[in-house]
């Protein structure tokens, strides 16, 4: 045994200066993340960003150009193996049998672990899942939601320490997405480490951390108040009359830095406040616009980064 | 998004002019630039019919000359020396092991290290000085009837001809002793007794090669391989898991041909049933681990077929199934010496039609145990055991 167990330390997931190339394309730059043990712990970033770059690294999947780190304790470089066995992987993609039934692709996974009763392991989750009556289904036959329901159940069954998911809602109606939350609150509730990929701001809001990811670069992390509160973004919520016009006039204006709409209203945003508030005086005097300063939303913040980076890095 | 401003009205997109042509060339160009890109299938375009070509234009001779013969000489006269350098002179025979016994004779065309024997028994050269008239006995591997047909047609007026020179200054009315052609195990020279258990071999090599050259791309495609990958298996174990099913359907499906053979054709079993059953097994695990390797080196399931489609076609063409082996120039003969279904072929013909034992068929169970595992081996070190 060469790494002490992971379980001395309450840091599961510690990397430093991650790098990965594809065809000298980089897509993780230099990357460095914490996670500390029975967090939720969200990754945000657009299409493309490295997030599925990154987690495959954790897992092993991938080797880093460079960069090292421990996850769990053991390192990602030399001990892949190890750290297979105490992680679940959920692919972005459905990646079960789908010609296996429910029942035999939970039993296929518990017998990789080696776990004694399969059959029974199997049987529990089936039930916990709420496929009764679903067992002997073949999984490609089931819908999005219940498909994504037994991804999680798969990948929980060995109770890893680390459960690693990639954008595991995509695709997955509003209810069953917020199961699915309940479920992995549950979990790391219960001690469990999970890392989640995703794109929908109001489930980055249910991580207790987040880190955001654009062009294999990580730009921000903390707690979703701690990264608004760093992006020193001031927004106003504008509603009104022909707000498309107004969204051609402000945009590209100095101290305007990104205008959005949001459903009947409108985000204007700047990081340089006095430049900003200069730039829409004129528009704040019509009567058909209310201006209301505001708290960015994450939303704000992440397409702000994102913008700013592109700018930065390409 | 707008509240106040009325939706704009966008005209309907009319059915184009020769809109049948146009959509076909769509695809057309469509599938030309996935052609170009899919390397492995462009190069099969060209691979398969140059190499079918050189196979059948080179390699493959249905009248082979210089066939490995055994010479058992039981008297050293200048009669047998004249009747050897003759039958030498017909060119369908080429002497390569001279033997001292009938044991190990049989040996030899049991395990098909030589494909004709020669005996020439003892007070020959007398016995025909004394106008007996005795027997000259030459034995063939009848088992394979294409190989020694001519040879074994030729025969009586080859030699004839080559000896009258020699022997006698004029031209005899006839020979003065008797050659005894014995086309052994397969003494009516039917084709079926050859055919049969060679298509046992060249069945097995098909449907258990394919089986597995699918099995680790079909993974990839259908993205199952990459949860496989993070979960804790090694790839050994992948290999194993995925070959041991396909062993017991190479073994029903041989049973079935050899029992229909049996039934159905009257082909014998004159050897051990365990032994070919042991071999058959072996030579089942060859194929699947080759399709194992195969699917290990190719992007997807066109390319793995393809892949096959290349390991089959010299399968059939230069391993004996179809054409002599010992008709084959050396160079397609080495390259025979590579594929399973060559030693699979001759352990199976033997087995079956001459009820040879393992001893005679030492050599090629090895050789089948060596590609076996050269297969193994470079389909683990092969296996991608990221997604890198």
Partial sequence: ?314 | MSVTSPPKHRSEIPEPRFGFWRRSYAMVVKEFIQLRRDRVSFAMIVIIPVMQLLLFGFAINTTPRNLPTAVLLQEDSDLARSILKALENTSYFHFTREVHDVAEFDDLLTSGKVLFGVEIPRGFERAVRRGDYPALLVAADATDPVAAGSAMSALGVVVQTALAHDLFAGDPPSLPFEIRAHARYNPAASSRLNIVPGLVGTILTMTMLIFTALSVTREVERGTMESLLSMPIKPVEIMFGKILPYVLVGFIQAALIIGIGVLLFGVPVRGSLVMLTLLSTLFITANLSIGYTFSTIVQNQLQAMQLSMMFFLPSILLSGFMFPFMGMPVWAQYIGEGLPLTHYLRIVRAIMLKGATLHNLEYDSLALLALMVLAMTIAVTRFRRTLD
Avoid at chain 1, 267 to 291: C, F, K, N, Y
Avoid at chain 1, 294 to 299: A, D, T
């Fill in chain 1, 1 to 314: 045994m060469t790494a002490m167990p992971a379980s001395t330390s309450d840091i599961a997931i510690d990397v430093r200066g991650l790098s990965k190339s594809f065809d000298g394309r980089e897509v993780v730059h230099d990357l460095s993340m914490q996670v500390k043990r029975g967090t939720i712990y969200g990754f945000l970033g657009p299409n493309g960003s490295g997030k599925t770059t990154t987690i495959r690294m954790l897992c092993g999947l991938l080797t880093p150009d460079s960069g090292e780190g421990r996850c769990l304790g053991y390192d990602i470089r030399r001990d892949a193996d190890k750290i297979k066995r105490q992680v679940g992987y959920m692919t972005q993609r459905f990646s079960l049998y789908q010609d296996l039934s429910v029942r035999e692709n939970l039993e296929f996974v518990a017998r990789l672990y080696g776990m004694r009763d399969a059959h029974g392991a199997a049987r529990e989750m089936i039930r916990r899942l709420g496929l009764s009556g679903r067992e002997e289904q073949l999984a490609g036959e089931l819908s999005g939601g219940w498909k994504q329901r037994l991804a999680l159940g798969t990948c929980t069954l060995p109770n890893p320490q680390l459960l690693l998911l990639d954008e595991p809602t995509a695709g997955v109606d509003p209810k069953a997405r917020r199961d699915f939350w309940n479920e992995i609150h549950a979990l790391a509730a219960g001690g469990l480490t999970v890392l989640v990929s995703t794109h929908y701001m109001d489930e980055a809001e249910r991580c207790h951390e987040i880190a955001y990811i654009a062009y294999g670069y990580l730009l921000a992390h903390g707690t979703v108040e701690e990264v608004i509160a760093k992006s020193a973004l001031s927004t106003y919520t504008v509603t009104g009359d022909d707000l498309h016009a107004l969204q051609d006039q402000l945009t590209g204006k100095p101290g305007v830095d990104m205008v959005a709409p949001f459903g009947t209203s409108l985000h204007v945003s700047g990081r340089d406040r006095a430049a900003l508030d200069a730039t829409i005086a004129p528009w704040r005097e019509h009567r058909e616009l209310h201006w209301q300063h505001g708290e960015p939303s994450l939303e704000d913040v992440f397409i702000e980064l994102m913008t700013r980076s592109k700018d930065n890095f390409q």
